[in-house]
Structure formats: C-alpha cells, structure tokens
C-alpha cells in the first residue's frame, strides 16, 4: 500500500494566532470527513515527530500560525494500541452505540494499563467486548479514554470507540462542560459550601495533589449535605464539579479537614471504632460517580446517565444510619 501524500494547507488570514496543532485539526476536519479527519492528538504527535512543517520549518504543537503560512503534513498511520484484549474483566455497560459506551465501573477496577497494572483494566474488558474497530483502537494504551475514575471509586464513565467521538467529548471535558456529580461519605461533619483553589502536585509527594501550590489550575467544587450520620462522626455528600482535576474532590475535602472515609491516600484511620469498622467493610473509598451528563459527539443531543453506589456503600450509609438513631434514642 502507498504511503499516504502529503496534505498541504495555506493558514486563512481569520485563523491567524491559533494554536497549530487546533488549526490543523479544525482545518483537516473541514476538507475531509470527520471519520478520516487525524485527531488532535495524533496531530499532536506528527508534530512532534517532524512531519508538519511550517514555511519549510518544524514547530511546536502550541505555536501560534501566522497568515498565508503554508503548511505541509505528512500523514503517519495510527499507532495500534499497546493493550491486551482480555475476557472475564467485570463492569456494568449502562448505554452504547455506535460513538460511544457508556459504563458503571465497580470499585477496585482500574480504568486502563499502567505501572503495576497491565492487565484487568476497564480497557482490556473493552478490547475483550470487541467494542472498537482494530482501525479505531489506536492510541498507546488508553483507546477512547477521555476521563478517568481512580481505582477505589466506582460509577458512571463514558468511553469513545471512535476517534472522533474520542476529539469532541475531550473538547466538552476540556470546556468544563460536563456535568458531573458524586456521592461521598466524609468523616466529620461537613459544611455545605462552594471549594475553590489552585490544584497541582503536592510539593513533596508527588503522588498527590494538593490545593496548598504556588501555581496550578483552578479547581471548583461544589459541596451539598444529604445527611448528618452517627450523631455527626460523618456525614453523607454531594459534590459537582465545575471543573475536573485528578483527585480534585478528595483532596478538596481532605483539606477541609473532613476527608472520605476509607480515602487510603488523603485520609488516616478515623479514631471513632464505629468509623474505623464501616471503613475496613467499605474496603474502598467512600466516593461514587452517581451521574454523567453531557452531548452526545454525533447527535449533538443532551444525555444524561446515573447509577446507584454499589451495595457496600449502601450498606456502610445504612451503619452510620443506624448508629445515628441509636445515639439519639
């Protein structure tokens, strides 16, 4: 098979100032079909390889086109997935088309391979499923992955099988336009209130975030009480968020003093027994992604999906419950 040719795109005066990488991606859109159309990140990546030009220059994926500057690029065809393809690996599928799969992910599951998780991910069941086309499994070892969920929290996720639905639900999550709310059962008594901080790493370990940065994004959370449990040893929370940083309402609720219980990073063993022992039966954080909501990249239409938290968050709500009646009686 021929090498694909080089594509070649003369920058219109209107898109002067855009970043390349987005100018290209919208340009490509335009003259193609959105299935044959490279995806940002792809594109991302042939610049970095050299096989986009400027005026006859390499640049970065980030520098801004000028007018009239003329463009070469050199397709390079997809990477395949560097993933297994694996049976057997549990999750609730909630919705699926032919863009996208929507899925109830249990806690304990981690969303695709990493360090000390090559296989038994959400991603490895997907290529089991034979959800994505071989053409579309591309990408590294996270194919349609657009957000992710940590290992001990469970609920609703959206994964792409196509790579453009992968490109405009990344625009959505990049917007902040997603709406997305979660259930946690905090260790002490929680304040309804709105967390807004700067979010980066933490400044000596690197495994976790923290609010307490000189720079980093804005992170905003916003916190509802749904209940006071065990004559206020917890209470039972709703956060949305408004934007969506790695670890975000864990460390927002940490740091508030009133972190989620079982949290084995951002928390400690709680001192009450009632808390430690609903903790160990948990035997996970006490965080649930109850609902997804967002536009669907083919229709355009609105769609919203939500799951219950799973029986052992129920059952822990049901303790702390019980020993709150208890303490009043």
């Not at 990546?45 to 006859?56: A, F, H, S």
């Not at 970065?60 to 057997?88: C, F, H, L, N, W």
Request: net charge positive; with cysteine; glycine share 8%.
């Amino acid at each position: 098979m021929a090498p694909p040719a080089p594509l070649v795109v003369v920058v219109p005066r209107e898109a002067a100032g855009q970043r390349l990488d987005r100018f290209l991606a919208t340009a490509l859109a335009a003259a193609g079909t959105n299935s044959s159309a490279p995806t940002r990140s792809e594109l991302q990546r042939w610049i970095e390889q050299g096989r986009v030009t400027v005026n006859g220059a390499r640049q970065q994926p980030s520098d801004k086109v000028r007018a009239e500057a003329q463009i070469v690029v050199v397709p390079a065809a997809p990477a395949k997935t560097a993933a297994q393809a694996e049976e057997g690996v549990v999750f609730a599928v909630l919705y699926q088309d032919e863009a996208i799969i929507v899925v109830d992910k249990p806690p304990g599951l981690v969303v695709h391979p990493a360090k000390g998780h090559a296989t038994g991910t959400l991603v490895n069941g997907l290529l089991g499923m034979g959800i994505f086309k071989s053409e579309d499994a591309v990408g590294d070892d996270r194919p349609g992955i657009v957000h992710r969920l940590d290992k001990g929290t469970s609920g609703v996720m959206v994964v792409a099988k196509t790579p453009a639905a992968r490109e405009r639900l990344k625009e959505q999550f990049a917007a902040h336009s997603i709406e997305r709310a979660y259930e946690a059962i905090c260790v002490g008594a929680v304040a309804a209130r709105t967390i807004a901080t700067l979010h980066g790493r933490h400044p000596t370990d690197r495994v976790k975030f923290s609010s307490k940065v000189l720079r980093g994004k804005r992170a905003v959370t916003h916190v509802e009480v749904l209940a006071v449990l065990a004559g206020g040893l917890a209470t039972h929370v709703r956060c949305t968020l408004e934007t969506g940083r790695t670890h975000q309402i864990r460390v927002h609720l940490a740091e508030a003093g009133t972190p989620i219980l079982g949290d084995p990073l951002y928390g400690k063993p709680p001192k009450s027994p009632l808390l430690r022992e609903t903790a160990a039966a948990l035997g996970h954080q006490a965080l649930h992604a109850r609902v997804l909501g967002f536009v669907h990249p083919v229709t355009g239409l609105p769609v919203r999906f939500e799951s219950p938290p799973p029986p052992e968050f129920g059952l822990a709500l049901a303790a702390l419950r019980r020993a709150g009646r208890d303490a009043d009686a």
